[in-house]
């Protein structure tokens, strides 16, 4: 598969997506959306990829739609109405049923629809110069399912005022680490993609197979109350009971080496 | 008994008591804690809980060694596991006085349900929080779950993610408000008491009450 507006790559367990438009900070045209559906999916489809990383080609991690394809292409945002209005979309791993952990690396600045990657990511990780904001109402647009996704995940407040405030008002990497948006800061900003890849290569020590389950089971428990949750989460970790995973893991902690965990298929 | 039980004032104290096993559950306290609970809910003289653990670990979670050994109990920890129908936590035990969590050390794996399944947690400088599941092959959901629904969820994720080869200090999650308080591990018991003893202050009728309606909130979507 090639790409014009994302770089696929792969080192060793870790597969990268890394978005490519850096003159116009990565925003998404209609082209680069359809990229995202193929590009999820081929690394989810590879058993060589046990985790996924997402970062941005330049300064920043991602701006959201291309405001400048809208104003000038004379469809603009109506290209999107039926799928939005059937919420059928496709440019996240959460949309892709990636059951693979997806870690998103930002860099510089994530605005506006560039929070997609940050809701639907597993893990999140920041350069130390990362800035955060929406301004979607100060170009006159409503901010919906990035900032529904984000307030399941954290504290509430924070994304309202992001949400409100618009392009006013940024949050910056060290905010966002308090507020358990994200889990690390990475500094200098240079180091991010082998801080990333590192902390790929650590998780893909892990069961495939167990993660998938558990990613499952996570995942549900943003959908349901806390005991239909539950209920939900046990099938998931049923379905682990009786794969060779679940007995090599145990013997291979008792005989101190490292497991041979079967590929996902 | 696998379990400690004794009384301060108002405040019934349960203890993990195998300390040289990392308090791990095992078939015995897989017993013992349903009935501790039962105990002190039961009892007048108690109106808050607090769940700590004796020696180094807090809680390392099932102790998978000995349950091995013993079909049984291994049988019916799979039946309760499968149906999600666990009798490890207050919550599970449909406890109705408020529980505190006084983390003491490791809290690890299947320990993360006491984190999750308590009212408040306050934690001595030297506990640490991981959930080694997936590094042993096995997945996480309870107790995971659970604590996403109460803290911040890339963190819990990120933990369950990165099985053994990482963990939460104390500190970070007290910034995550996965808990309220850290305190020097020789205080940390009457500090425990301390809190427990402000709280039973209050008419149980009325934390009895206000416990089932915030546990409610967490049962909606």
Redesign the interface.
Same mark, same amino acid.
């Given at each position: 598969m090639s790409y014009q507006h994302l770089i696929i790559e792969r080192h060793g367990p870790v597969g990268w997506l890394i978005n490519n438009r850096p003159d116009v900070r990565n925003a998404m045209n209609n082209a680069m959306r359809d990229e995202f559906a193929k590009a999820w999916t081929e690394l989810n489809e590879d058993p060589a990829v046990r985790v996924i990383v997402h970062t941005g080609e330049g300064r920043d991690f991602q701006t959201g739609v291309d405001v400048g394809e809208l104003a000038t292409d004379g469809v603009g945002m109506e290209r999107y109405r039926q799928s939005m209005e059937d919420f059928d979309v496709h440019f996240t791993s959460w949309h892709q049923d990636v059951w693979k952990p997806v870690i998103t690396a930002v860099n510089g600045i994530c605005c506006g629809g560039g929070f997609h990657w940050v809701a639907d990511a597993d893990i999140v990780i920041a350069a130390s110069n990362a800035q955060f904001f929406d301004p979607h109402v100060s170009v006159g647009q409503v901010v919906a399912i990035e900032a529904i996704g984000l307030m399941k995940k954290m504290p509430v407040e924070a994304v309202m005022r992001m949400a409100f405030m618009g392009k006013y008002e940024r949050m910056d990497a060290e905010r966002a680490l308090e507020l358990g948006m994200i889990s690390e800061i990475v500094d200098p900003p240079e180091r991010l993609r082998e801080r990333a890849q590192e902390l790929g290569e650590t998780i893909a020590k892990n069961s495939p197979a167990a993660m998938a389950a558990t990613k499952k089971a996570l995942w549900g428990a943003l959908e349901h109350g806390l005991t239909d949750a539950c209920k939900a989460g046990a099938q998931h970790l049923v379905s682990m009971w009786g794969h060779s995973d679940q007995n090599e893991g145990p013997m291979a902690f008792a005989e101190k080496r490292n497991p041979n965990w079967k590929p996902l298929s | 008994m696998t379990i400690e039980i004794h009384h301060d004032g108002p405040v019934g104290w349960l203890i993990f008591d195998r300390p040289d096993a990392g308090n791990a559950i095992d078939a015995q306290m897989f017993v013992d804690l349903e009935q501790a609970w039962a105990e002190l809910d039961a009892d007048d003289t108690v109106s808050v809980i607090v769940n700590t653990g004796n020696g180094r670990a807090f809680q390392s979670g099932l102790d998978?060694v000995q349950l091995a050994q013993d079909p049984e109990a291994l049988k019916a920890s799979?039946r309760q596991? !499968?149906?999600?129908e666990l009798r490890l936590t207050a919550w599970h035990c449909g406890v109705t006085k408020p529980v505190i969590a006084a983390v003491n050390g490791i809290c690890a794996g299947g320990g993360l349900h006491f984190i999750a399944d308590a009212d408040i947690v306050i934690a001595s400088s030297n506990a640490a929080f991981l959930d080694p599941?997936?590094?042993?092959?096995?997945?996480?959901?309870?107790e995971?779950?659970?604590m996403? !629904?109460k803290?911040?969820?890339?963190?819990?994720?990120?933990m369950?993610?990165?099985?053994r080869?990482?963990r939460i200090t104390a500190d970070r999650a007290r910034?995550?408000?996965i808990l309220s308080e850290v305190v020097e591990p020789e205080q940390l018991r009457s500090r425990a008491q301390d809190i427990a003893e402000t709280i039973a202050r209050h008419p149980l009728d009325q934390l009895r009450q206000l416990k089932r309606q915030l546990?409610a909130a967490?049962?909606?979507?």
């Amino acid at each position: 598969m090639s790409y014009q507006h994302l770089i696929i790559e792969r080192h060793g367990p870790v597969g990268w997506l890394i978005n490519n438009r850096p003159d116009v900070r990565n925003a998404m045209n209609n082209a680069m959306r359809d990229e995202f559906a193929k590009a999820w999916t081929e690394l989810n489809e590879d058993p060589a990829v046990r985790v996924i990383v997402h970062t941005g080609e330049g300064r920043d991690f991602q701006t959201g739609v291309d405001v400048g394809e809208l104003a000038t292409d004379g469809v603009g945002m109506e290209r999107y109405r039926q799928s939005m209005e059937d919420f059928d979309v496709h440019f996240t791993s959460w949309h892709q049923d990636v059951w693979k952990p997806v870690i998103t690396a930002v860099n510089g600045i994530c605005c506006g629809g560039g929070f997609h990657w940050v809701a639907d990511a597993d893990i999140v990780i920041a350069a130390s110069n990362a800035q955060f904001f929406d301004p979607h109402v100060s170009v006159g647009q409503v901010v919906a399912i990035e900032a529904i996704g984000l307030m399941k995940k954290m504290p509430v407040e924070a994304v309202m005022r992001m949400a409100f405030m618009g392009k006013y008002e940024r949050m910056d990497a060290e905010r966002a680490l308090e507020l358990g948006m994200i889990s690390e800061i990475v500094d200098p900003p240079e180091r991010l993609r082998e801080r990333a890849q590192e902390l790929g290569e650590t998780i893909a020590k892990n069961s495939p197979a167990a993660m998938a389950a558990t990613k499952k089971a996570l995942w549900g428990a943003l959908e349901h109350g806390l005991t239909d949750a539950c209920k939900a989460g046990a099938q998931h970790l049923v379905s682990m009971w009786g794969h060779s995973d679940q007995n090599e893991g145990p013997m291979a902690f008792a005989e101190k080496r490292n497991p041979n965990w079967k590929p996902l298929s | 008994m696998t379990i400690e039980i004794h009384h301060d004032g108002p405040v019934g104290w349960l203890i993990f008591d195998r300390p040289d096993a990392g308090n791990a559950i095992d078939a015995q306290m897989f017993v013992d804690l349903e009935q501790a609970w039962a105990e002190l809910d039961a009892d007048d003289t108690v109106s808050v809980i607090v769940n700590t653990g004796n020696g180094r670990a807090f809680q390392s979670g099932l102790d998978v060694v000995q349950l091995a050994q013993d079909p049984e109990a291994l049988k019916a920890s799979s039946r309760q596991t !499968k149906r999600a129908e666990l009798r490890l936590t207050a919550w599970h035990c449909g406890v109705t006085k408020p529980v505190i969590a006084a983390v003491n050390g490791i809290c690890a794996g299947g320990g993360l349900h006491f984190i999750a399944d308590a009212d408040i947690v306050i934690a001595s400088s030297n506990a640490a929080f991981l959930d080694p599941h997936v590094s042993v092959g096995q997945v996480t959901a309870f107790e995971t779950i659970g604590m996403l !629904k109460k803290s911040p969820v890339e963190s819990i994720a990120r933990m369950a993610y990165l099985g053994r080869h990482e963990r939460i200090t104390a500190d970070r999650a007290r910034q995550l408000g996965i808990l309220s308080e850290v305190v020097e591990p020789e205080q940390l018991r009457s500090r425990a008491q301390d809190i427990a003893e402000t709280i039973a202050r209050h008419p149980l009728d009325q934390l009895r009450q206000l416990k089932r309606q915030l546990w409610a909130a967490l049962e909606v979507a």
